[in-house]
């Protein structure tokens, strides 16, 4: 059984929505796998989509571990990245009784420090390919439109010290051209990028269309990686992705594990509709 810690800050719709979909398909689908605990930087009250997501925690009776990362910045006077390593100790404190294999970084907020990395394999999910921008959601979107790219994808990566590009586990393409996009590019022709944001921001459809695309497939991608993971055909080992033959990852899957055709399969049998 590979036991999974669950890393978020639970802020919205978006960290309830990756947990709901593991953890149902974990369910459904038998995996040899389960969500260990979840870890939370808020604490019960703190906020009210946190709150939410702790009763989505609550209702699936997984152990939930809650730390303040606002008091925290509070007791150290607002200057929180001098003493990330301090506030990640203190994590590792509350989790030394727990079990996992794998964490999964899904909705977490905070970078983590090296110690960390260190302490455990850390999967972190990012909204682009292994070679693509680095950075939030919408500035990875952003970049996108301004670049005139014709794909983008997701990916997950090892959590390490350099942030966004950790050693690649698994990813998929995502294409950002053809009929869904070709009147969303031609919307951009003539126009100036910095007043669209300005004008319009995240409600451009453009930027809605591109992000769409990437939101629907984020979820396949963690589950079909912990799925992986789970039957040996990838693993983490030394703060090294490895393959099936616990070897480092070679020439034959440079950039992790591929996939687009396990995904696409996932997305014909299990529709976004019933992922909650």
Avoid at 180 to 190: C, E, M, R, V, Y
Avoid at 191 to 201: M, N
Avoid at 261 to 267: D, E, N
């Amino acid at each position: 059984m590979l036991n999974i810690g669950w890393f978020s800050t639970g802020r919205g719709e978006g960290s309830r929505g990756l947990l709901n979909f593991v953890q149902e398909r974990l369910i459904a689908t038998g995996s040899d796998a389960r969500i260990n605990f979840v870890f939370s930087n808020r604490e019960r009250g703190e906020a009210e989509g946190s709150d939410e997501f702790f009763n989505l925690v609550d209702g699936y009776d997984i152990p939930l571990v809650t730390h303040s990362s606002s008091a925290f910045r509070k007791q150290t006077g607002g200057r929180f990245s001098e003493h990330r390593e301090e506030f990640d100790q203190q994590v590792m404190d509350k989790l030394a009784s727990t079990e996992a294999d794998v964490c999964v970084l899904a909705g977490y907020m905070l970078i983590v420090s090296g110690k960390m990395c260190r302490q455990y394999p850390l999967l972190n999910l990012h909204p682009a390919l292994p070679d693509g921008p680095t950075g939030t959601w919408q500035e990875v979107v952003w970049e996108l439109i301004e670049t005139k790219a014709t794909k983008t994808g997701a990916m997950v990566h090892l959590a390490t010290e350099e942030v966004d590009r950790g050693p690649v586990v698994s990813y998929v393409n995502v294409p950002i051209i053809g009929p869904k996009f070709d009147q969303h590019w031609a919307s951009l022709i003539g126009r100036d990028l910095e007043e669209i944001k300005k004008s319009e921001g995240e409600s451009y459809p453009l930027f809605r269309a591109i992000r769409d695309e990437q939101y629907l497939r984020e979820p396949y991608l963690l589950f079909e990686t912990i799925r992986s993971v789970s039957q040996g055909e990838i693993g983490v080992m030394g703060g090294q992705v490895v393959d099936a033959s616990r070897a480092p990852l070679t020439a034959s899957m440079p950039s992790g594990l591929c996939l687009d055709r396990q995904i696409a399969q996932a997305m014909k049998e299990y529709p976004a509709t019933s992922a909650g």
